[in-house]
């Protein structure tokens, strides 16, 4: 089970994470978080389950966890505006990505739009829901999957999933884990408010494909020939050099890169 006073005792952020919403079992913990009433503010929350029942994931995929594993938690964020979350969610799944990273020999890289992948598998997920109030941004939900200390894969996913723990043979405190990444996930966050260039570059040299020649699918639609992956920019959209050597820009498409 999930040590909480373990976790409180390691947590070293400013705000993020102080206030928490523990669950031995829940549905979802994106579930959840939406559900709550916004008496206060409920900006820096943290909700996090041992266990989920209807974990959910990308594209209205399931989110498969073995119960007491691994970390499975939501963080609420009240940024005020909608713009550049593709930058915001990227940001989170840096701070994903650099606490696996100490932990392993071999690099985390960054699936576009949001996994955390090591040696080709995938180790996270994120899933970045907004919550709106007529056209005002109430709150964010920012829901991570890491796969921690799980030994084995459903048949489904055992070829493209990982661990730490298949990765590295070892076993890990999922609360000083947790304590690391809302570490990181504040400072990211902090140089996200700030539009900091320091965090796109960050997010282009870790995104899989940065600066070579891949393929795209835009709105599920496979486009002809292949495109340079140029990263995202300061405003979170693709940018891609087509064939003819032209920049295209892609913000609200559902974009997939395959390398070539
Ligand atoms: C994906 O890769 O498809 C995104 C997976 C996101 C999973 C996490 S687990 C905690 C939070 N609660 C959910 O129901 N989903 C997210």
Redesign the pocket.
């Known amino acids: 089970m999930f040590d909480t006073q373990l976790f409180k005792d390691n947590l070293n952020t400013s705000w993020l994470g102080h206030n928490f919403f523990y669950f031995e079992e829940l549905g ?4 959840y978080a939406k559900s709550l009433n916004k008496a206060d503010s409920l900006q820096g929350s943290l909700v996090l389950a041992d266990k ?1 029942s ?6 209205e ?1 399931n ?1 498969e ?1 073995d119960p007491g594993e691994n970390l ?3 963080l609420i964020l009240e940024p005020g505006s909608a713009d550049r979350l593709t930058i915001l969610t990227l940001a989170f799944s840096l701070a994903v990505a650099d606490v696996c990273e100490v932990q392993l020999k071999s690099s985390a890289k960054l699936k576009w739009p ?2 955390v992948l090591v040696e080709g598998k ?1 180790i996270g ?3 970045t829901e907004a919550i709106f109030n007529g056209s005002a941004l109430e709150r964010l939900i920012i ?3 890491l796969n921690v200390n799980q030994k084995v894969f459903s048949s489904g996913l055992k070829d493209n999933a990982t661990s730490l723990s298949i990765l590295t043979k070892e076993d890990y405190s999922r609360e000083k884990l947790l304590t690391a990444i809302l570490t990181k996930a504040e400072f990211y966050y902090r140089l996200w408010l700030k539009k900091d260039i320091e965090l796109i570059k960050s997010i282009n040299k870790r995104l899989i494909g940065y600066g070579t020649w891949v393929k795209l699918d835009i709105n599920g639609c496979k486009k002809e020939g292949e495109f340079k992956f140029l990263g995202i920019n300061e405003n979170g959209a693709l940018v891609v050099l087509n064939k003819d050597l032209e920049v295209d820009t892609f913000s609200y498409e559902q974009i997939r890169i395959y390398p070539v």
Do not use: C, P, V
């Not at 979802?28 to 579930?31: A, F, G, H, L, V």
């Open positions: 979802s913990t994106n579930t989920q209807k974990g959910r994931g990308q594209y995929r989110w966890s499975t938690f939501s949001n996994d995938k997920g994120l899933l829901g991570i999957g």
